[in-house]
């Protein structure tokens, strides 16, 4: 299995900043994308951020321009820049890993971390 364990979540006052990280372990094979999505209350899981490990990215509307995504393939980590936060970024945010684990892989599948909570507010 792999395993994903974000850090760096907290309470921001609105126009601060926060960084995101994410550290995946375990039987890993190979990872193919890797990505930070949110949910907030009452709202279903939504993408925030993903990069491919060819470096390809891809943004939700609401986070392009504010946040930066970036990845070290070699660390199997990913870390999610996020700036100029507003209240509607609050939200329990969880790490995305598309991967194949020794034990399986033929088959690539999706791996979540526990989330991690960002609170912007004054």
């Known amino acids: 299995q792999v395993q994903l364990v974000e850090s760096g979540g907290g309470l921001v006052q609105p126009g601060g900043s926060l960084r995101l990280s994410c550290a995946a372990s375990g039987s890993i094979f190979s990872i193919n994308a890797m990505g930070w999505y949110r949910q907030g209350p009452g709202n279903q899981r939504d993408l925030v951020a993903s990069?491919?490990?060819?470096?390809?990215?891809n943004y939700a509307d609401s986070a392009k321009d504010r946040f930066t995504i970036s990845r070290d393939n070699a660390k199997n980590t990913v870390s999610l820049q996020m700036n100029s936060l507003k209240p509607e970024d609050t939200a329990l945010y969880y790490c995305?890993?598309?991967?194949?684990?020794?034990?399986?892989?033929?088959?690539?599948?999706?791996?979540w971390g526990k989330g991690t909570l960002v609170t912007v507010s004054s």
């Open positions: 995305n890993a598309h991967a194949r684990s020794t034990w399986a892989p033929h088959s690539a599948m999706d791996y």
């Open positions: 990069i491919t490990s060819g470096g390809r990215l």
